[in-house]
């Protein structure tokens, strides 16, 4: 049996290979928890292959005393031998042998027959929605661990139940695929949120209304070894996509959509989760179109269309008074049009912990209200936020061959706290332009400020 497991587990990583290696290059080595002491990086720059040569301005800028601690860009995110682990040959399951009509009617049973079918059976096995059909589906969890190593197939399209009483045992989730290893799910089909129902009774669009959650059209919840592969997100009752405590995840090419006056619905959610790498994708919704929370470490994120929305997000973290560690983050090649905010972190007064070691670099702007934020005094409520003097430690953030135009004339903010200022804040080959006014940049509280080649707007 084990000679077996590990036979099907080479086969994949065979076929994995050759089919994703030539547009997906991801470093082989293992990955390792890094230790959080404040000159770690410092410390350990040569032994972890920090190129002089291809990196020279971060390593003068560390050098020169500039700085005490250096923004070292991980590739390791993935350990791709890990990603996956089966062949796509193997038992299919389709989803109409147990009885999904595709009809109006709700197909979560024949669902949830097909999935314990899947999940018990001990070989490799594809699950298949077929194409050209919409299932209706209530709140379901596909629930793990299971025997085999599952492909799921969604070439139709999966559309949420509108009944607001169906959401009543959860009212946060709608699928969700909970401690699910060595998963992929693809097929260029649709996760259709049916979120309208949410939006029109979100307290951010009628004042009136107690803030409520509404649910998250699709988790992925302590899985390890994901890959989530060409499929469609859209109008989903709040977030779209979340990774949720999962470890070494592939996104690729998906296409998140929503309206962009849709309240709180964020395109992919990034909270607790290690290795992830999130590449050539397309969001546009009506709030972050990446947001990455608290325990989250090495993040990638590659080749993405942003807008509308309010951005690619850090945070925000710290609210009410809460801990929160969000380290080793890449935003590398991103075009964000029309959308409230740029690249950003964003952290309540009162909270601790860091958010640090993270690069933004070649992003393209177009008419983007604020394409460079910091905010440290972020408050997301109708009251005024009470001013506290613990806060969020930001450290060592660079932001490197940013450019195109902004949309208001304070172009670069970093807004930072008065008790705990930014730390190692590096703008690099920054170029926003303005149609009207000319651009400016506020620049308050940050420590170790570098700014290097040519700036527009300059921090005074």
């Known amino acids: ?50 190129d002089c040569q291809a990196y020279p301005s971060y390593l003068s800028f560390i050098e ?19 990603v996956g682990g089966f062949s796509k040959r193997g038992k299919t399951v389709n989803v109409d042998d147990f009885g999904a009509k595709a009809d109006g009617t709700d197909d979560s049973k024949a669902f949830m027959q097909a999935w314990k079918e899947a999940c018990s059976n001990t ?30 197939q969604i070439y139709g399209t999966l559309e949420a139940s509108d009944d607001q009483s169906d959401y009543k045992k959860d009212g946060r989730h709608w699928i969700v695929f909970d401690n699910v290893q060595n998963l992929v799910v693809e097929g260029g089909g649709t996760v259709n949120g049916n979120g309208k129902i949410w939006w029109e009774n979100s307290c951010k669009i009628n004042k009136s209304l107690p803030c409520k959650d ?14 989530v592969n060409n499929l469609k997100i859209q109008d989903a009752q709040q977030i779209h996509v979340s990774f949720q405590k999962c470890k070494n995840v592939l996104a ?26 999130i590449t050539s994708s397309t969001i546009g919704t009506g709030d972050d179109c990446i947001s990455i929370v608290s325990g989250s470490q090495n993040v990638q994120a590659q080749d993405i269309t942003c807008g ?22 890449t935003v590398d090649g991103a075009k964000l049009s029309g959308t409230a905010n740029g690249v950003r972190i964003k952290t309540w007064q009162g909270g601790s912990g860091y958010a640090s070691n993270i690069i933004f ?55 930072c706290s008065k008790s705990y200022p930014c730390e190692a804040i590096v703008l690099e080959n920054i170029n926003l332009q303005s149609e009207e006014d000319e651009p400016k940049a506020l620049c308050n509280n940050v420590d170790d400020l570098a700014q290097i080649g040519s700036v527009f707007p300059r921090c005074p």
């Open 1 to 50: 049996m084990a000679l077996e497991r590990l036979s099907v587990q080479l086969l994949f990583f065979t076929i994995f290979i050759i089919s994703y290696i030539s547009r997906y290059t991801l470093c082989l080595a293992n990955y390792h928890e890094p230790p959080y002491g404040s000159n770690y990086y410092l410390d350990e720059i040569y032994e972890y292959g920090y």
């Open 308 to 329: 509308p929305g309010h951005g690619i997000s850090i945070g925000s973290l710290g609210k009410g008074n809460s801990n929160a560690y969000v380290s080793e983050v």
């Open 214 to 227: 509404a649910p998250t059209a699709l988790t992925f919840y302590k899985g390890n070894n994901l890959v």
């Open 64 to 82: 020169d005393g500039k700085s005490k601690d250096l923004i070292k860009q991980r590739t390791q995110i993935l350990n791709l031998k890990n």
């Open 123 to 152: 070989g490799a096995v594809i699950v298949v929605v077929p194409v050209d059909k919409t299932y209706r589906l209530k709140p379901i969890r596909f629930s793990g661990p299971c025997k085999a190593n599952l492909i799921v």
């Open 252 to 277: 690729f090419n998906l296409m998140v959509t929503a309206p962009g006056d849709s309240p709180n619905t964020d395109g992919i959610h990034v909270t607790d989760t290690q290795n992830i790498r």
């Open 361 to 415: 670099q070649n992003i393209d702007m177009v008419n983007v209200k604020h394409p460079i934020i910091i905010d440290q005094n972020y408050c997301d409520q109708d009251d005024p936020c009470k001013e506290q003097s613990s806060a969020v430690h930001i450290k060592n953030v660079v932001f490197k061959n940013i450019r195109g135009t902004s949309a208001s004339d304070e172009a670069v903010k970093l807004d």
